[in-house]
C-alpha cells in the first residue's frame, strides 16, 4: 500500500529530475556543443509525445472494449514513418527553409503569408487541444485517487474527479510552471526548446520501461508467458466479428494524419527538428518505439479481465494490475509512466498553442493597434515572450476549466479520437499546400471552416450528449426535428460509426471546398510565389524569394525592426553577418532585395510568416512580385528538372556504350593476340618441313660422293615434306575459305553409312603402321542425309587420325559405334589414350589455339575447327564427349532425312 | 680427339639432316627428340662441346632448357646455338637474355650452322 | 556510406514509396481478413501474430533503406541553420 505521501514526494522527485534534465539540456545547447540533445535518438524519443496517458492507460482500456482496435493508433504513424522520405522530409525541409514556427505558421506561410488563415488554424487547434489537455489532468488525478483510495471498492468503481479538483489544479499549475521556465526562454530560432526535447525523451523512456515492466510481470507473473495469457476465457477480446471494418481502415487513416496534423506533433517533428537525417533513425526507430508500446496492451487488458473484479475500470488496468497484487514498486513504475505521458504531452501541446497564440492572435492585434504603441514598448520580444508565457497559463487554465466542467462524464473517455478528427482538417490545406501549387488561401479557408464546422455539429458538440449547445433532442432528431439534419446521420447517411459518419463529412467537405475554392479564385502573386516555394523545395535555393519581390527600404529602418523583435545583440549580429557577405566592412549591410528577404525569414522564425511580412511592409516601399520573373523560375525547373532526367538517361546510354566498346575492344584484343599466334604458328609450321627439304636438298646438291640408296633416303624426305607442306597450305586455305563461306559444297542425298565406312577403311592403313586396331561393334546404320561425302569423309578422318597419332597406349583401341534415332544418325569414336588435358577441352575446337599445335606431329590444330564448321554445314555437330575416364570421345551427329534408304546396299560392318 | 655435339630436335628429318651433315665432318652426334630427355641427357652423361636447341620441343621447351643449363654451375658456359622455325624478333632477343651463344632461324643454310658449330667449338 | 549509383539509388526512392503503401495493402481489409481464422501460432492468436509481425517486418525494412535512400536533387544538402547557436 502507497501511502499519498510517498506519491507526492516521488512526483516531486521526478518533477525535480525533469526540470534538472531540462535545464542541462539548456545549458548544453546554448554552450553551443549540443551533442546528445540532437542525436536522432534524443529527437526520436521526443516524438513519442504522440503517446500520451490516452494511450499509457487507455490503450488497455480500447482492448477490453474494441479488441485489436487500440493497434490502429500507433499503426497509422508506423505507415507515415516508413514513408518518411515523401512526406516528412519535405515538411522537416520547408520548415527548416521557412523558418516554420508552427503548423499554422506553415499553412500562413505558404498561403500567401495570410494572417486569417493563422488565426483560424490556430483556433482550431486551441479547441482541439484544450479537451485533449484536460483528458491528461484527468488521467493524472484518477490514477492517483486509484493508488490513494486503493480498495477493493475503489477498484471496482473509479472515484468520482470531484475531490481531485484541488490536486488537478496544482498539477496544472505546476506543468505551467515548468512549461514557462524551459518553454518560453527564447523566441527564435526556429523555436527550438532544446531542454524541454530532453525532459520529454527522458519522459519518453519512463513511460516505455514502466509500460513493459508491468506488461512483463503480467505475462511472466500473474501468466505463464504469452500463450498462458492468449488461452485465458478473456482473450475473447479479440473475437470481435467485424473487426476490420470501416472503422478500423478511417482509424488507421486517421492516426497517419494526426502524427503529421497534431500541433505538438508538428512542434516535435518538423519546429524541434535540427538536421534532416535525425528523420533518417526517426524512420525505423520511432515506429520501434510504438510498437514496443503495444506489445502488452492485449496481455494487460487480458490479465486485467481475468485478475480483477468484474466491473473494474478497464482504463485503470496499467494501475490496478500490480495494486491486486500489492506490488508497490510496479505501481510506483506505472504511476510515473502515466504522469510521464500526460506531462510531456501537456508541456509540448502549450509550447505549441502559445507559440501560435502569440505570433498568430496576440502579434496582428499588437500590429493593428497603431504602430507606435509597440514602438513605445520599446521591444517587440518582450510581448513576446509575455504573451507566450500568459498563452501558456491560458491554455493550462482552459485544459483545467475543462476538466471541472465536465470531468464528470464520460465525454473525455472519447476525445482523443475527437481531437485527433479535429486537427485532420489541416490535412487538405497541408498537403496541397506541399504539393500543389495552385492551391490557393480562399480555397484552404473555405475547406478548413467547413471542415471545421462540421466537426464541430457531428463529432465533437454530440460527444457532450446534450450538455453544450447541442441538446440532446437535437442529437436524436435534428435541430428543428429536422431529420436531414441530424448530426450523427447527416443528409440520412445512417448505420455509421460516428467517428466514421464525421470523418467522412467534414473531410470530404473539406476537400471538395478546398480543391474547388483553389480552383475558382486566382492565387495572389505572393501566394503564387510562396506556392513555388514550398512545392518545389528541394529544387529552389534557400532564399531564392528575392528574386521575385522587389522592394526598397533603409538599412536604419530595418534595424530598428529587427531589434526591436531579435533583440539588440542578436540583430546586430544578423546585419553585420550579412555585411561580411557582401564583402563589407560595415556594421550595416546594403538593403538589398535579398537582404529584406533574409531579414524577413530571420523575423519569421520568431514572430510567424504572416507577422514579419506584415511588419516589413510597413517600412518597406515599392513592393512588387514580378510573376513573369515566377514563371521563368517555374519553367527553369522544369526544364531543369527534364534536362537532369536527360542528362541521367545519356549518361546511362554512355555507360552502355563504353561497356559494349570495352568489350569488343577486349575481344579485338584476344583476336589480335590469337592472330598473331596462329601466324606465329604457321610460320612454325610451314617452316618445319621446309627445313628438311632446303637441308637435304643442299646435301643432294654438294655432295658427289653419296650412296644411291642414301640419295634415294634424302630424296623421298624431300618428296614426304613437300606433300606435308601441301597438305598443310591446303589446310589453312580451307579454313579461309570456309570463314568466308565459300568452300564448294556437293551437297546431295546419299546414305550416310558410305562416306564414313570409306573413311574407316582409308584409315586403317595409318592404323595398322602404329599397330593401333580400329574396332566396330556393329554394322554401321543406313539412313539417308543431305551432305558431301568427301568433306563428311574428311571430318572423319581428321578425328580418326587424331586418334591414331596421338594414341600412346600400349595396345592402342579406337572403338566407332553408330546409332540412329528418328531424328539423327550419330557416330561415336573414342579411343584408349592419354585423353584431352581438361584445361585444354573448352578449346580444341578453335583456331590458332595452342594445345594442339603443341602436341600435334603434324597440322597445326587447324583440322578441328574445320571439322567442326563442316558439321555445322551439314546442319550437323561434332561435339567432344566429356564423360569418359579414359580416352577422348567425339560425337558426330547429322539430321537424318529417311530412316532407310532404298537399294543401295552399304559396304559397311565388315571391320 | 673427337668433338662431340648434342642435337635436340623433335622433327625426325631435320634431326636426320643435322646428324649427317655434322657426322660428315667427324663429329659424334648424340641426340634427343623431346625437352625432358634432352635435359636428363646434358645432365647426365659427360658433357658436349656444342648444343643445338630447338625451342619447340614437346614436354618442357628449349628456354626452358637453356635456363636450366645456365642455372648451374656445371653447364653454365656450355655453347648453345638455338634453332628456332618462328623466326621472330622477341625468340632471337629471349635467347640472347637468357644466354644462347648463337640464334639460328630455320629453314637454315647447312653451310652456315656448321661454321656456327666449329665457331663455337673453338675450331 | 557507399555512393549508390543513380539508377540504384532511384530504385530505392521508389522502393521507398511502396513500402507505406504495400503496409497499408496489407494492413486494410480486404487483406487483413485472411487472417482472422481463430487459430494460433505457438499459443498467439493468428491475427496477433501477424499484425504484429507485419510490423516488425514494416519496421526492419525501413531500417534497412533508412541508409540507403539519397537526395537526386541538385541542393541535396540542408541548408546549415545560419541562426547563432547562442540562441
Redesign the interface.
Known sequence: MLSPNLIFVTSLAYVALLFMVAFLGDRQARSGKASWIQSPVVYTLSISVYCTSWTFYGAVGSAVRNGLEFATIYLGPTLVFIGWWFLLRKLVRIGHMHRITSIADLISSRYGKSTSLAVLVTLIAVIGTTPYIALQLKAVTTSIQVIVASDPGTLANPPSSDPANEMAFWIAAGMALFTIIFGTRTIDANERHHGVVAAIALEALVKLFALIAVGLFVVFALADGPADIFSRDAARILQTDDMFDARWVALTFLSAIAIICLPRQFQVTVVENTGEDQLRMASWLFPAYLLLMSLFVLPIAIGGLTVLPEGSNPDMFVLTLPMSVDQDFLVLLAFLGGFSSATSMVIVASIALSTMISNHIVMPIALRTPWTSIERSGDVRRLLLISRRISIGFILLLGYLYFRLSGKSDALAAIGLIAFAGVAQFLPSLLGGIYWKRATASGAKLGLLAGFLLWGYTLFLPSFEGDLLLSASTIEHGPWGIELFRPQALFGLTGQDPLVHALFWSLATNTVLFIGGSLLFEPKPLERLQGTLFVDVFRTPAGDEHRFIQRSASAEDLFILAQRILGSTEAQRVFREFAEGQGLESDFPQPTDAFIAHLERRLAGSIGAASARAMISRIVSGETISLDELMRIADETAQLMEYSQEVEKKSLELEATARELRRANQRLTLLDAQKDDFLSQVSHEVRTPMTSIRSFSEILLETRDLSSPQGQHFLSIIHEESLRLTRLLDEILDMNLMDRGEASWNLHELDAAVPLVRAIESCRGLAQSTGSEILLDQPLPSALVDADPDRLQQVVINILTNAIKHNTSAKPEIRITGKLTDEQYEIEISDNGPGIPSHLRPFIFEKFQRGAAQSSTGGIGLGLAISKEIMKRLGGTLALIDDRRIGTCFRITLPVKRAQPQPQEPEAGQA | MTKRVFIAED?P??L???S??LGREGWEVTSALDGNSALEQLNAGSLPDVVILDI?L?HRNGFDILRQLRASPRTRDLPVIVLT????EKDRKTAEEIGANAFV???????DVVDQVRRLAGL | MRPASPSTAAKFRDAAFLLPVAGLFLLLPPVINLFTAQTSLFGIPLIVAYIFGLWSALIAIAFWFSHRLNDPEPHAAVPPDTSSPGR
Open positions: 622433327e628429318n631435320i636426320e639432316s643435322l649427317f651433315l619447340m614437346p622455325a618462328k623466326g621472330q632461324t630455320k629453314p637454315f643454310s647447312n653451310k
